[in-house]
């Protein structure tokens, strides 16, 4: 069973990892915005040279920020006012499973599971979902609401990565530092 392996799995760990207090800030000042896509465990934090306790990672299905007032957004206001998060990046992906998922399939898995078809219709799966079919432009939109957002400082720098899933070399999509309208790198 999953539950037992997980706790013996966590048995295990706790007798080879050596205790350290670490501050709950992030030593880096950043906040990463990135996808939840299992492929990313273990080498997104080396891609990019951060270790543990020196950024705040917020996953989600296609590193999507979903509006104003989500809970992307809700959690940046955490690490910039509480944390001392300075600058965020978003990090997306190739080949990204939440690009161009098959609404009305998706609908159909979660009424066979019971999910009543009201309150499937009350989520906007097409907004959520359908939303984004090219994972650049996603990481440019979803940069530009960060930006955008009357919630954070105006002047946050927030950089737009593209990351190759397969290689982990990763692209400059939009350069934080630089102004609005700016080539980027």
């Known amino acids: ?7 013996n799995a966590n048995m295990e760990f706790t ?9 709950h ?24 040279g951060i270790h543990r306790g020196e950024a705040v990672e917020i996953k989600n299905a296609g590193n999507y920020t979903g509006g104003p007032k989500c809970d992307v957004i809700r959690s940046l206001i955490g690490a910039v006012y509480s944390l001392g998060v300075t600058e965020i990046a978003v990090i997306g992906h190739t080949n990204c499973g939440m690009a161009n998922v098959n609404i009305p399939a998706l ?9 009543q078809e009201e309150a499937i219709e009350e989520l906007d799966l097409d907004a959520w979902f359908g939303s984004f079919c090219d994972e650049t432009d996603n990481v440019l939109r979803t940069v530009d609401m960060i930006r955008r957002s009357p919630y954070l400082p105006k002047d946050i720098p927030v950089h737009g990565f ?15 530092y630089q102004k609005a309208g700016e080539i980027n790198m």
């Open 1 to 7: 069973m999953l539950l037992e392996d997980i706790m």
């Open 107 to 115: 609908k159909e898995k979660m009424k066979a599971a019971g999910v």
């Open 15 to 23: 007798h080879e990892v050596k205790p350290e207090v670490l501050n």
């Open 162 to 176: 593209m990351m190759d899933i397969e290689t982990v070399e990763l692209t400059v999509l939009a350069n934080g």
């Open 25 to 48: 800030c992030p030593q880096k000042h950043l906040a990463i915005v990135t996808c939840m896509d299992t492929r990313l465990v273990e080498i997104l934090e080396p891609a990019l």
